[in-house]
């Protein structure tokens, strides 16, 4: 496949270039940006982002969400040398995280849930210990999502 | 977006493969690989090895990464709308006996059944087997690594597994 073929230190451009013409919306967050996500200013949210140097998100369309696709994408990745991190398949989940430790580590994934799919971009780190606070907050509130996001404008690049 | 970002934290912290890993759970895993019914979750050592480089914000934090750091990986499978939970369950009962584990505890209800099992050696636990059964559901979960009794309730209330919170009955009945 034409996407393994790929000079060293263009990570990057491998899934820009599957997202070229199977993406929906686009959204590239350096730390600034996440947190503006962030309305609610929980201080948890902010820490577990702080590390993060750049994230590029991709919503992906129904076309290469049903023919799946985006496992070769994952897969050439694993050819430049990234490394399984986190799986859940089946059921209405398709999940992947890739990470490379490299001066700064980097992460590629797809989370698919339902008829929504993304495909993302990590430079950075996420402060994990911060998650389970996070996911109890999510539990409690009720948070906006995507779709509200990008009616509201809310599509950087 | 936060949900989604929040989804993406999860899964790199708490959700991969450690295909070296011989257990009872690869079974299923191959069994229902491509099954749809069931979901398949399997987070490796290299995302458990990230849990070490953390410094704890409070004492509930360092608990948990002092729980968790330990870990070199967990697999899981889940189906939740199946029609033979029970014959699973009582499959994969057999399975676990006959991988040499001993039974830890057991909980059983008129929905779900759980049973917890562990792999033992120099009072070091180095694999805890969660099975769950029921009409509709069964789960089969494998956690493996250097495992403390002692914390396997905070790693229970912190990953939120459904079944593995029945581990905090460990603590409150001091049956350790």
Redesign the interface.
Known sequence: MRLISQPLFAQESILKEFVENSNKRK?CFYPST?RM???QQDPA?N???APIEKLL?YSLDSSSIASKEYRYVLDAYTQEGY?????????K?D?H?L?KERKVRE?V?V?K?GDEA?A?YLIG?????K??H??NS?QEND????VD?GNNG?NWD | MKKYLMMMALMLGVASTSMAQENVVSKYFDKFSDNEEFVKVSVSSKMFSLFTELEAGSPEEEEFLKAVSKLKGMKMVVGDSISNGAALYKEALIDVQKAGFEELMMVTDADENFQFSIKEKGGIISELIMVAGGKKQFIVMSLYGEIDLNNISKIARSMKVNGLDKLEKLSEEGGN
Not at chain 1, 125 to 129: F, G, K
């Open positions: 959204f996440l996500v962030n309305l949210f820490e577990m982002i998100l490394e399984d991190y986190a799986q859940v398949y089946g059921g989940f999940i995280v990470g992460w994934g989370l849930q993304f993302f780190a996420v402060n994990w210990q998650i389970p996070l996911m999510i948070l906006f999502t995507l996001l809310g």
